[in-house]
């Protein structure tokens, strides 16, 4: 099994950007689709946007429009690019490999935490 | 879209059997998948494709599903089992993932 760890969480103001970075290794990562899955303080599980191995993307819509993912497989990392961030997107990102459907999400990385707050 | 329903909280003892259910229109015809989220933690998944369970993952775990109804269900419960459960399709309309609320269960 492979593994994901995930860098660039923070603090910031709303109407804001962030960048979230995943690196992966211990499985081939230029051919598996990848996911962005985000837990709100207390709250479930939310799946927020995927990329597959063919650089088809997909975003749940209430982040059409304003997050980017993106891949760079000669560093076998994901990213989530956010824009126009809300009070809302205040969770935890994991990243986890997985999809497209049916596939479950094999695994999943420890998370990082992004903070919108004024 | 598509919805996935489960109850917010089950309880068995030590030693007893759970079982965790999720509800969806016609959930009988898509590949369920289920994940364990212990607190703090990351989650794992447990089941997938309806009944298969993942190399590490003990024989207590197992899962069925038909009609409208997925269970998984945790045999010979132990304290360790306390966590989230989480049941998660792909809405074939969308082609989007989509997980139920998840269920807690608590071990007496």
């Known amino acids: 099994e492979g593994q994901l760890l995930e860098s660039g969480g923070s603090l910031v103001r709303p109407g804001g950007s962030l960048r979230l970075s995943c690196a992966a290794s211990?499985?081939?990562?230029?051919?598996?689709?990848m996911n962005w899955v985000r837990q709100a303080p207390g709250k479930g599980l939310e799946w927020v946007s995927m990329?597959?191995?063919?650089?088809?993307?997909y975003y749940t819509d209430s982040v059409e429009g304003r997050f980017t993912i993106s891949r760079d497989n000669s560093m076998n990392t994901l990213f989530l690019e956010m824009n126009s961030l809300r009070v809302e997107d205040t969770a935890l990102y994991y990243c986890?490999?997985?999809?497209?459907?049916?596939?479950?999400?094999?695994?999943w990385g420890q998370g990082t935490l992004v903070t919108v707050s004024s | 879209s598509y919805v996935l329903t489960q109850a917010h909280s089950v309880s068995a003892a030590p030693g007893q059997t759970a079982r965790i259910t999720c509800g969806g229109n016609n959930l009988g015809s898509k590949n369920v998948h289920w994940y364990q989220q212990k607190p703090g933690q990351a989650p794992v998944m447990v089941i997938y494709?309806?009944?298969d369970r993942p190399s590490g993952i003990p024989e207590r775990f197992s899962g069925s599903n038909s009609d409208n109804t997925a269970t998984l269900t945790i045999s010979r419960v132990e304290a360790g089992d306390e966590a989230d459960y989480y049941c998660q399709v792909w809405d074939s309309s969308t082609t989007h993932p989509v997980f139920g609320g998840g269920t807690k269960l608590t071990v007496l």
């Open positions: 211990g499985f081939t990562f230029s051919n598996s689709a």
């Open positions: 494709d309806d009944s």
């Open positions: 990329m597959t191995g063919t650089y088809n993307t």
């Open positions: 986890a490999k997985g999809g497209p459907q049916p596939r479950p999400f094999d695994f």
